[in-house]
């Protein structure tokens, strides 16, 4: 399996990033044994300046080294839902350090407390999902719909999104929604009897509508992105079905998708299901892959059931690969076998599929020289995050919203969290 993770070139580490990258490519390997030891020496004096107000976060996407450091200093690796929730709920942290995307950092950052500041090891962390639904090109286009459907619209953004697309939900009466808990978001929706704009994974989307029974002819996916940069005119050319489909429709999907879990087919469940393997999936597939698995959903549902899987058991799970390494490890020590499910060796069934490549820029050094420029107080202004920060994944040009600005988008984005963690907690919203 090709788990997309190398060194990156020195010229693309910040300067002040630089003399730990040189470090850390001149270790003599990349295991465990050798990595680890190299980050505590900059970890724990880290620990030791800030103590309990420091709090290490990851995803469960992040390479097995970072995993591991963080799970050895008490912090938190969880997917995306428990990730934001993670300043807001431990106010006593007032430095929180993430590895994962960066759409994720600022999730935490659009729920923290004023004294709390949200730090990401690598801003140009990004993710191919989110880069086709940037605001710039979703917003024009949610303002057609809003435009031809009024009040009768509201937008559903998945947490893969950057805050100032959560705003857009938070404005339009929507809410924010995980891989895990989409179905509850869109069934309320429904059930307020509104057209759904849902933003930006259309397969998720549609496994969504297909999970709650939708008819599926009345789920609508807007042009690829990727073409125009997302800035078309909403009429009978750009749409399939033309306005009358989008008029008939329940749920609008925008364009995006995950380049991981799209490698995956029908034919890769097959080929484990046929050798006695139980094939869950991540629901960012495709509807077909989706309903030839025994199972799908989030990453914390993958991992719960690794845990409660019996020894003897065989899973092939379709995600990011070095969550799927991770799992394969723990799955030794449980007497549980796990394979990647494109980790076929035969080249007729085409990409073996990858690690996130984007999580993969924070890195070991990353984190090291995060942790360090910490402690001495000269951390680069651009790894702390704000909500509303939009960073180029190239180049690391920031847009910072004006502290107006940001207030405003706070206060929507919030809004569309909140919906979501009423609605997921206690089955009811009030706002």
Known sequence: MNICQTDLPLDWYQEEFKPYAEEYQALPDRRPGTV???????????????????????????????????????GAVSDSYQLALQAARNPHKKVIVESAVHFMAESIAILAHEDQSVWITNPKAGCTMEMLAKDYMVEPVAEQLVERYGDDLLVVAYMNTGGRIKALAGRTGGAVCTSSNAPKIVDW????????????DQHLGRNTAAKLGMDLSKVVALPDPQLGRGGFKVDDRTVAGGLAALDRSEMILWGSFCGVHTVFSPAHVQYWKERGYTVLVHPESKLEVVQAADGSGSTNFLWEALMKAAPGSKLAI????????????????????????????????????????????????HLAGMLDLLRKGKPPAINRVYAGDVVDEESGALDRLKAEERRELVHNARLSLQRMIDITETGTTSC
């Open 36 to 74: 680890l030891p190299w980050l505590d020496r900059y970890a724990q004096p880290a620990l030791d300046h800030f103590g309990d107000a420091l709090l290490l976060v990851a995803h469960f996407y992040m390479g097995g080294e970072i995993v591991k450091l963080v799970e050895r200093y008490g």
């Open 189 to 200: 929706a429904r059930k307020k009897g509104k057209k759904i704009l849902f933003v930006p």
């Open 318 to 365: 379709g995600t990011e690969g070095h969550f799927v390494r991770n799992a394969r490890e723990q799955g030794r020590l449980r007497g549980v076998e796990v394979v990647h499910l494109a980790d076929i060796p035969d080249p007729s069934y085409g990409s073996m599929g990858c690690g996130c490549a984007t999580m993969s820029r924070n890195d070991p050094p």
